[in-house]
């Protein structure tokens, strides 16, 4: 990591005194500074580089104050390795992954690297990790994410928090608070309202604030992030009921605004919390600049704001610069272009990769793989393998070059073992391609001056076809405001019978009807994504197209195209005949999940569970791989031998599934989120409480959220929260529970009864008394452990009062319920063979 060296701590200079506490530095720089320094520190600006040219190596910068000694502030993405279209780096697996390795010292290691690769960039703040809770598997960044448990969340949020500092680096753990979907994260409408959070208080304390409590108190994050969404009447950026908590926590940092949609105001902000507004200046979206020069003297002027509340927001912002060294120890600004990837980080992504992928089903023993001959399947087993997301704190594998394909890594882990054949299967999940013009009738667009189709039509105009570059389909359309809407009508002849592939690929908010059936949907997406559907249609019958086009809100340029597939069943027919000559087959699918928009469904894209269908009936020892953002329905999971989630895996996707298939390395990941067997369990049972009615969201299932939702209704998902098989097998005895200080400890045995070496998640969950109202049983610890075959170690879990608690809202505060708890350890929240019971008050 590049450093420049130390400031001198000249006599007139005494914050550079390092034997002072950052709180007494923060308090004399502060001093030391002239009102437009500090003013100055309150919102990003453009970096400059020796020219004085405007550069973006950061993607938010505050300049720093060279005659202070305080160097400037480079923040960039994100949580899945160094984003914003950064060239040079490693491409991570997704931090879902991570959560499912349950492992505190791989993601410290993780932390780690990550900050080292920010810091090779030139960058001194990560914003990272993301800790908010999977309140549903629906939710767009779910694969940045960590789990749907509080606790999972706060242990490994906390551990890459701690890497990431270690460095001399500022972490921001975001987004604080209840940031849980994205459907109008950023707003509707002209004036851009964002969903409403509405969420007890028992749940926000329970569920949504352990993980930001975590980081503040154990791993003293130098910054925390606020949301976009509004939590119970109130932004998030200017909300003191959210925010307060951060002081009473003792966080001595500072909040930085999500960018360009959360800052909504000057004085309230302030008041709130608020100490930097993000990018800065006049937002593109048509907000006005909260926290320019001006606007902060003018609210001082006429006493919204005080000086005390400057000088307050400014000593937040500096004193984590000086507890976590960025002033003693600076970090040099950098080429953007520089290449920061390091071997050892390929070595690490692969074993995040391997200890994160969990194995859902192996009947037979069908893996690891003993076949000599192997039929590998699929457009995700290809050079189209799925490791990322395009957007947000993800890498996009463009930036990091051609990886590589898994069948190929398989191959070479098996050499001359077994013989292996690939067929392709399915087009996949990229967009398909552009409906052409030939097959419109009568293609009519017409253009509305309105986000939402209503009035009349500003232009109607004939048109060729759907299909449309960064310019968008407004070319030539004069007139249009900043939020408008389209709706392109046609008749469409299918030249054959059978079921048609659609995909939309833009933008906004995007939906395509035949005969008046909505057969591809996108919801209000920020960024470009492709999104697929099918339906069947008969031969020459002739159907109504019509496809809805809003721009309202996106971050993304105007670009459109509706590609489609005729029926074709070449790629599934050559993929079965491969499978039939095959011992064994293992199919590859995946989804592309991303920032900006949630899944309408948990299906796979296309046609992809006609394909899994159509090979297990072909060969009963099928084994699926899914690289996909989290959760998805397997209608064939009983007509398959063995299903592997492999998440978005990063760049060492094709090696470390090889490993895992062929067993050079044994499964050991654990679900970090219950994948449903339905679309209706769970918060998202009822529209009001998921997307919400208008702009408002209700929680009402109050602290029901992921399995302890399953587990309070007594409802079976399709593979319960922890779960995870191995290669080898586990046993699980001599329970003792002791009183330790002014907690307790749990201890037992785990022992390794197979024939192979493996890892152990070993899991705790606390059952609280019946006047608690709390669910069945929550996860209250875990320990990892490898073991060679035979052997056994034990594991202890610490608990203390804190973990025994529940909320209680009519005391507002932590109360120990009276009568019998239980605690039990096992291997999944739904196999947990030791239990005992206690009273804590005895």
């Not at 463009?398 to 087009?427: F, H, N, Q, W």
């Not at 009963?620 to 999971?637: D, F, I």
């Not at 006047?771 to 452990?785: D, H, S, T, W, Y």
């Amino acid at each position: 990591m590049a450093t420049t060296p130390a400031f001198a701590a000249p006599a007139d200079k005494p914050w550079l005194d390092a034997a002072r506490t950052p709180e007494q530095r923060a308090e004399l720089v502060v001093a030391a500074m002239t009102d437009d320094e500090k003013l100055k520190l309150l919102q990003g600006d453009t970096e400059l580089d020796a020219n004085g040219t405007g550069v973006n190596a950061c993607v938010g910068h505050i300049s720093g104050i060279a005659r202070l000694g305080l160097p400037r502030l480079c923040m960039g993405d994100g949580p899945a390795g160094v984003g914003n279209g950064m060239k040079g780096v490693t491409q991570f697996p997704a931090p879902v992954m991570g959560a499912a390795t349950f492992d505190r010292d791989l993601m410290t290691a993780y932390g780690k690297a990550l900050g080292a690769e920010h810091a090779g960039k030139g960058r001194n703040v990560v914003l990272a990790p993301t800790i908010n809770i999977i309140r549903t598997p629906k939710w767009g960044r779910l694969a940045e994410t960590l789990s749907e448990d509080p606790y999972l969340t706060a242990q490994l949020g906390t551990a890459i928090t701690g890497g990431i500092q270690s460095l001399g680096l500022i972490a921001t753990p975001k987004h604080f608070a209840a940031n849980n979907q994205e459907w109008l994260r950023l707003g509707d409408g002209p004036a851009y309202e964002a969903v409403d959070a509405i969420v007890p208080e028992r749940a926000l304390r329970e569920i949504y604030y352990p993980g930001f409590e975590a980081v503040v108190k154990q791993g003293k994050a130098g910054s925390i992030m606020c949301a976009y969404n509004r939590v119970n009447g109130h932004y998030a950026c200017e909300n003191p009921g959210t925010l307060g908590n951060l002081k009473r926590w003792g966080f001595d940092g500072f909040v930085v605004a999500d960018w360009y949609f959360a800052h909504r105001s000057t004085a309230p902000s302030v008041k709130a919390g608020l100490d930097i507004s993000m990018p800065g200046g006049v937002s593109p979206f048509g907000f006005a600049e909260f926290y320019g020069v001006k606007e902060l003297k003018a609210a001082r002027a006429r006493g919204a704001i005080t000086q005390a509340d400057i000088d307050g927001m400014v000593k937040r912002i500096v004193t984590p610069m000086f507890r976590l060294g960025l002033v003693d120890h600076p970090i040099a600004a950098a080429d953007a272009n520089a290449n920061v990837r390091d071997p050892a980080h390929l070595v690490l992504s692969e074993k995040i990769a391997e200890e994160g992928t969990v194995l859902l089903r192996n009947e037979r023993g069908v893996l690891p793989l003993k076949a000599k001959t192997i039929a590998v399947i699929g457009d995700d087993a290809g050079a189209n393998v799925q490791t990322s997301e395009r957007y947000g704190g993800f890498v996009k594998t463009e930036d990091v070059g051609t990886l590589k394909a898994p069948v190929d890594a398989i191959k070479a882990a098996l050499g001359d073992k077994a013989s292996v054949t690939y067929a392709r299967g399915t087009l996949g999940i990229a967009p398909l391609p552009a409906m052409p013009a030939s097959a419109f009738e009568g293609l009519t667009a017409r253009y509305y001056a309105s986000p939402d189709w209503k009035g009349e039509p500003l232009v109607t105009r004939k048109e060729a076809s759907i299909d449309y570059a960064e310019a968008g389909p407004k070319a030539g359309v004069q007139g249009l405001p900043s939020l408008w809407s389209a709706r392109w009508t046609a008749g469409f002849v299918p030249p054959k019978t059978g079921t048609y592939r659609f995909s939309l690929n833009g933008g906004g908010e995007i939906a395509l009807l035949i005969d008046g059936k909505r057969v591809v949907y996108v919801p209000k997406q920020s960024f470009r994504l492709a999104t697929h559907g099918t339906v069947w249609l008969e031969a020459g019958k002739r159907v109504a197209l019509q496809l809805d086009y809003s721009n309202a809100p996106t971050l993304s340029a105007n670009e459109l195209r509706l590609g489609w597939q005729a029926p074709d069943r070449a790629l599934i027919d050559e993929a079965v005949a491969a499978a039939k000559k095959a011992e064994v087959a293992v199919v590859f699918v995946a989804d592309h999940v991303s920032e900006g928009a949630d899944r309408t469904d948990l299906k796979l894209p296309g046609d992809q569970d006609a394909l899994v269908e159509a090979v297990a009936a072909a060969n009963p020892n099928t084994v699926v791989v899914l690289h996909t953002v989290g959760p998805v329905l397997m209608p064939w999971r009983d007509k398959v031998a063995g299903i592997l989630t492999a998440w978005y895996p990063g760049e060492q996707a094709a090696d470390s599934i090889a490993a895992l298939l062929t067993g050079k390395a044994n499964p050991s990941g654990k679900l970090p989120v219950t994948f449903p067997a339905d679309e209706v369990n769970g918060p998202a049972d009822q529209p009001a409480r998921y997307p919400g009615i208008g702009t408002t969201a209700r929680y009402d299932e109050g602290i029901l959220v992921g399995y302890r939702w399953y587990d309070a209704k007594g409802i079976a998902p399709l593979y319960p929260f922890g779960h995870g098989l191995s290669y080898t097998s586990f046993a699980y005895s001599g329970l003792k529970l002791s009183k330790s200080g002014d907690g307790w400890s749990v201890r037992a045995t785990v022992r390794n009864t197979g024939k192979v070496s493996g890892d152990e998640v070993a899991q705790l969950y606390v059952s609280m008394p019946a006047a608690a109202n709390e669910p069945p049983r929550q996860l209250k610890g875990f320990a990892r452990v490898s073991l060679q075959p035979g052997k056994s170690a034990t594991v202890e879990f610490p608990l203390d009062r804190r973990a025994l608690s529940y909320w209680d809202e009519t005391a507002h505060d932590w109360q120990l319920a009276e009568g019998s708890y239980r605690v039990q350890i096992g291997s999944s929240s739904r196999d947990l063979p030791l239990g005992k019971d206690f009273d804590p008050a005895r």
